[in-house]
């Protein structure tokens, strides 16, 4: 007997639909009939004709990080790992890729997060590291055995802000080209945070408007050229190392054409802020202080472009449980928005609904691709017998506003507090089980740590 049999279903996957049933047994999807099963089941959802699309993969994420010492905490670690992978859960996450930051060993803290995330994250957790210091270089070979497939490397994080965030830092441009002949070696991919800091102290030495307190002043600061700058100069490096490359959340149509240059050798990771607010609509104030900035119209145009060209895209929430304590001041308080509970959302209303995405387009970067990249290929981001059994109901013809308390996250803003979605992953299931159904959490367990 079955687990879960999941009737009358549009089954998306990245490269077509197929319209029948889901079945499910162990974990793991057992069978797609494109006509109706005979077969018998524990338990019987009716899809009602609706979409199901696999478990998102969020790329980037930062679930359990908590802010520098001194400041307002509203939760334990352990807490947060279990708030923020529900709330993952809710909008359709089923797996987050969770990045490990430590001035200190990387190996210990690996080993302490995937003891936090067994105990506490109801999703699949696994892990990126990260290169900031030569402590991090001498142990990319143990972290390579340990399971870590990909690293973070930054540019632009040093003095007070780097401290403010849990003492990121970032790597000079030898380490750089160090870390990239290494990795390349070990078969890993770097992650690169680019923005360039020097650029950014010129405009901030030369910027009139500190009174202000809007996100068209933040992006002033820090503008296209900064992040376009360090993408063209990375990807140089990149190329003379031949060590593939990933982009992260990509905000500027300067680093979009510099990627598309490269027609698919780099692989872009974009966030669900950066394709749905612009400082032109500007609601948020000092809330929406992320880094990179949020940008123009014109920016989010370039990269609903990208996302829609088949060209190699990821799509991470860049998630940060900051609360609204943390960010009432612009310049003095802390960057990084929460999100990962729009992932699909943004991408289904305002993609699909929108701009007319595809529908498989969405699957092809909020899943398939991921699990390409990052080792899961046929495990996660399809739907086919033998893949993990991942994957959200979609109910659609919505005009749903979604409140901070609606969803479980503990930050008290949102982001999208004026959206009006047009789809929604209203049920959603990880490994098997029934983690969201009908819009209400129907089980949050932990998942353990994979």
Same mark, same amino acid.
């Given at each position: 007997?079955?687990?879960? +049999? ?12 197929? *319209?029948? *049933? ?50 307002? /905490? ?35 803290? !690996? ?10 994250? @109801? ?7 990260? !290169?900031?210091?030569?402590?991090? +270089? ?6 390579? /055995?340990? $399971? ?8 632009? =994080? ?19 080209? %160090? ?9 890993? !991919? ?6 360039? &800091?020097?650029?950014? *102290? ?6 009139? $408007? ?39 959340? @990509? ?8 990627? /598309? ?39 989010? *145009? ?5 996302? %829609? ?14 609360? /609204? ?10 960057? $990084? ?16 609904? #929108? ?8 699957? #092809? ?18 739907? #086919? ?22 969803? &479980? ?6 982001? =999208? ?18 983690? @969201?159904?009908?819009?209400?959490? %129907? ?8």
């Amino acid at each position: 007997m079955l687990d879960l +049999l999941v009737k009358n279903c549009r089954i998306v996957e990245h490269d077509g639909i197929t *319209d029948g *049933d889901l079945l499910v047994k162990g974990g793991k999807v057992a069978g797609v009939y494109a006509l109706h099963s005979n077969e018998k089941a524990e338990r019987v959802i009716d899809a009602e004709g609706r979409y199901v699309l696999p478990g998102a993969i969020d790329t980037h994420s930062h679930i359990g990080q908590m802010p520098g010492e001194g400041l307002y /905490r509203p939760q334990t670690v352990e807490e947060t790992v279990h708030s923020e992978s529900l709330n993952g859960a809710f909008g359709g996450v089923t797996t987050a890729l969770n990045y490990i930051f430590t001035p200190d060993s990387m190996l210990e803290a !690996l080993e302490l997060h995937r003891e936090r995330a067994g105990k506490h994250s @109801v999703i699949n957790m696994f892990f990126h590291g990260a !290169l900031m210091n030569d402590l991090h +270089l001498s142990e990319i070979d143990e972290a390579v /055995r340990r $399971g870590i497939r990909s690293f973070k490397i930054f540019l632009p =994080y040093k003095g007070e802000e780097a401290l403010r965030l849990g003492g990121l830092g970032s790597l000079d441009d030898g380490r750089i080209l %160090a870390a990239f002949n290494k990795l390349r070696q070990v078969g890993a !991919l770097p992650i690169i945070h680019a923005e360039n &800091p020097e650029m950014i *102290d010129y405009f901030m030495s030369t910027f009139d $408007g500190f009174d202000r307190q809007d996100m068209a002043a933040w992006e002033a600061t820090r503008p296209g050229i900064v992040e376009g700058e360090a993408v063209n100069k990375v990807i140089y490096m990149s190329k003379k190392t031949e060590c593939p490359i990933c982009i992260a959340h @990509v905000s500027s149509a300067d680093a979009v054409e510099e990627i /598309r240059r490269e027609e698919g050798r780099v692989l872009l990771e974009t966030t669900p802020h950066y394709l749905a607010l612009t400082v032109e609509e500007d609601t948020l104030g000092s809330l929406g202080k992320c880094s990179p900035a949020v940008r123009h119209a014109r920016d989010r *145009d370039s990269l609903w472009e990208y996302v %829609a060209s088949g060209l190699p895209t990821i799509i991470g929430s860049d998630h940060n449980s900051w609360m /609204r304590e943390h960010k009432t001041e612009l310049w003095s308080g802390l960057s $990084g928005l929460p999100g990962n509970a729009f992932l699909l959302p943004v991408l289904l209303s305002e993609g699909v609904d #929108r701009r007319n995405l595809k529908i498989e387009d969405v699957v #092809r970067v909020s899943s398939y691709t991921a699990a390409e990249r990052f080792g899961f290929a046929g495990r996660k981001g399809t739907l #086919r017998p033998g893949a993990d059994a991942d994957f959200s109901i979609i109910t659609t013809g919505l005009a749903r506003k979604v409140a901070p308390e609606d969803i &479980p996250s503990i930050v008290n803003y949102s982001p =999208y507090s004026d959206f009006t979605f047009s789809a929604w992953p209203d049920t959603v299931v990880c490994g098997g089980r029934v983690l @969201v159904e009908d819009g209400r959490v %129907a089980d949050e367990r932990p998942a353990g740590c994979m």
